[in-house]
């Protein structure tokens, strides 16, 4: 009950068209992925989100590939399984090598431990890394 | 009551010390950050978590500013404020500009964002996605 | 091994039958979700937890649809999958309609977002908010 | 090392007085919050995060009472200090009186509680609440 | 602007009285925490979750020392501030020594690093663990 | 796309199967769980998260029991399925009962609601609490 279904472009309104059209041209692909036709439901989140992600994902002084394992690296970190697979494929499709991904993985493994020594051990923030 | 106190070089046994040395001789500091005062409350985990970050963190398939950004990245999604301030620091010092850290807030930003519009649209993952 | 077997009425001591009729008769439903049937391998938690339940959901200073919302929105970003489609189906059932969905979505993204962003930039809380 | 630092409107490029002044006239307050003067040290995070603000915070099928306590409830369930007191601010600027306030908090409260039963539980979803 | 104050007993209402007497007089203390004092602006919910405390932390199957390293455990991986540094207090106080607080910190590590192992490498369960 | 593949012993090089010899001879078990065999694809990190592991998990002054039901705690408050799955099992085969579990769950439970509580009411450190 109450579960969202996603909209295929051959029932989808002008307004949400338009944005997978967008999205299938940006990045070169035939369809749009479930993300998209769900959040197509929504017409202005669809279109506000993929507005972000496209600025957001821009080469700018971080390369695509850079931006991509972030993003995979937050979302493992959060243990979102839908953005985890659909984050490692953009990845992969960025140049993510095997070495690459075992490396996001083991950084963000190490970040998550440390966090938490951080936290339990109250460690006051030295001087230096202050404002 | 219970909190945990930082030991300094002067007062640390010699499997302290000599973690300590490591650390300074890899990170070429004149003194280690207070993360690491702390743990040597527990030698065992000091060795053993300074081994790992040293192994984990040093260059391989991808280079140091892109792990540190990483370990940023994670740190400010898990909201640690020490590890934030530490991690921000590192990643400046290991080549991080104004832009990058712009762009590393902005990426961090909108997979936290997409990660809970995916969960709330339960979206199936697509079959292209999956192993 | 290990996993816990949900626990039928018909197999059910007096105590976890009473909470069962409880949530019944206050919910006007048949059978209890899941998520009841399970806990009632711990009678004590099943009791206690429904009882808050009852408390915390009941009509006050918010009417039962705002309170779902919110539910739900916890939910989505902690992202607990059984605990996304329950209140789902629950916020639907309290009056939750597709345009309603689409802003709670809306508003719990942004909030992940923004909360990473004030984790980021270290941004200190304004004298205005302070105690 | 590294921390942002706040701009003032006095020292703001045009791109980022545009926003201030969006944000107060909209708001209708004489001065931005800490947030934005810290967004400001990235002009296109700025104008992104502000106008997706805007428009997911103003009146639809909720009304802003409703979405800043769904933003509230958020923002505790994430422990982030910022938006805690940001956010408790604006939902007591738009309505949120003492008890609503507790109730927020004991739904936010008791969510998370249940999230954690829910996943520790492994309780599969209801085939009533599947899509 | 809007953060709750504490309610001192000498200014609390008679329901609330009752509870910080019951506090005291099970932990054997002069004065309740702050905690307490915060949650007093909310009478009902003091009530419902000191007396939930009192029941879940109880002597049962698992000892108080177990239950509280526990609690000190989760409110470590939730990076709550406050909880990690009262029940650090009350482990501390149930027995924790220097030793078994330097094994809860490790273990806690450890759990957050290979949960997100497992999340990125998406591990599918063992058939053994199913249920 | 991308998906990680578990490796096999019988495919596996030399140093992922000495890593393998040592979990079956330490835990007594004809074959690895899925975790390592998915890990196995980055050896380094299958190595240094089994020797981590193997350290941490050792008896010391927490038995091994107590030590199983704290990663479990972490691992149903983190929502991770996998672990929460394999944890379980792993403490049960340690020897936790159905009323321990019980009680490690509640505990999980409530320790998450404080913490919301905790962060909500923005409740400062008692004096008595801090270092």
């Known amino acids: 009950m109450g579960a969202v279904k996603p909209i295929e472009y051959a029932d989808a309104p002008a307004a949400v068209r338009a944005v997978f059209d967008d ?3 940006t990045r070169k692909v035939d369809d749009v992925n ?10 202005a989140t669809l279109r506000r989100t993929w507005e972000s992600i ?3 994902m821009a080469p700018g002084a971080l390369d695509p590939l850079t931006k991509e394992m972030i ?10 399984g ?3 697979a659909s984050h490692t494929a ?11 991904f075992g490396e996001v993985m083991a950084v963000t493994g190490m970040a998550n431990e440390t966090n938490r020594l951080a936290n339990g051990y ?8 202050e404002r």
């Open 34 to 43: 479930n993300f998209w036709k769900h959040l197509a439901n929504d017409p």
């Open 90 to 100: 953009a990845a992969r499709k960025a140049g993510m090598t095997d070495a690459m």
């Open 23 to 25: 999205i299938k041209a």
């Open 54 to 56: 496209k600025e957001v």
């Open 71 to 80: 993003y995979l690296a937050v979302s493992v970190s959060n243990g979102c």
């Open 122 to 129: 109250r460690v006051p923030v030295d001087p230096a890394f």
């Open 82 to 84: 839908y953005c985890i």
